[in-house]
């Protein structure tokens, strides 16, 4: 297994379009994690999956923004109609279900809206 | 809910001191604490993390940190920096849910 992969790496998209990206998580891990970073910051949690059941949404996170994982395995962020706001860079993280393990990192998918 | 602070947005040390970078954090249950690093154009990394075993915890690259329940604390230390350990440095921490937050981090500077 190569780890947690992301695509794409880099995305630039005009404001107000839809933009998608996909994460595929390290394949035995039944939690995935969406996180968005901002220069300077650290990676601020979106949502989290356990196996094909979101467990949980950030209360920050505007309704524009959507993630599926329908078979339990890879999973999808969607950010409909995008703002300049929304460029960061957008993190997947996978992890086993037992709370002492630690959560291993994509390289991201960095968004540029224009 | 959980969540850390890192004290000190830069911290800058010279090749061959010691390495000490700030975590504080909050939680209503016994916590996890993780240390991750970040690289430039690169994803994060585990250093280390505290899962209530050793309050002293040995990680990767010759990093360590302590446990300090009284404090809330879990700092993260080198004895000796590289110019290799320049990076972005992460606390973070996660409770029974495992839904990890982290802390708006550290960038470490080595001089020469």
């Known amino acids: 297994d190569t780890g947690v992969s992301q695509d794409p790496r880099h995305k630039i998209t005009k404001r107000g379009q839809n933009v998608t990206f996909r994460c595929d998580p390290i394949?035995?891990?039944?939690?995935l994690y969406w996180y968005r970073q901002t220069l300077g910051q650290g990676p601020e949690f979106l949502t989290y999956f356990q196996n094909e059941a979101q467990l949980e949404k950030s209360r920050l996170l505007s309704d524009r923004f959507s993630a599926e994982r329908p078979k339990g395995s890879f999973s999808t962020l969607e950010i409909q109609r995008t703002e300049q706001g929304d460029s960061a860079m957008y993190l997947c993280a996978s992890s086993l279900s037992q709370m002492n393990t630690e959560a291993f990192f994509g390289q991201g998918t960095r968004l540029t809206v224009v | 809910a959980q969540s850390v602070t890192q004290l000190g947005s830069h911290v800058s040390v010279s090749e061959g001191a010691l390495v000490l970078l700030r975590c504080n954090y909050s939680?209503?249950?016994?916590?996890?604490l993780f240390w991750y690093v970040q690289y430039p154009n690169q994803g994060l990394q585990l250093l280390l993390k505290?899962?209530?075993?050793?309050?002293l915890v040995k990680g990767i690259n010759g990093f360590e940190a302590e446990f300090k329940k009284s404090e809330t604390s879990f700092h993260l230390t080198k004895p000796s920096a590289h110019m290799s350990d320049a990076a972005e440095y992460f606390c973070?921490?996660?409770?029974?849910?495992?839904?990890?937050?982290f802390g708006a981090g550290t960038r470490l500077t080595v001089k020469p």
């Open positions: 939680s209503s249950v016994p916590p996890y």
């Open positions: 973070a921490v996660s409770a029974k849910n495992n839904d990890m937050r």
């Open positions: 394949s035995e891990h039944n939690r």
């Open positions: 505290y899962t209530s075993a050793a309050t």
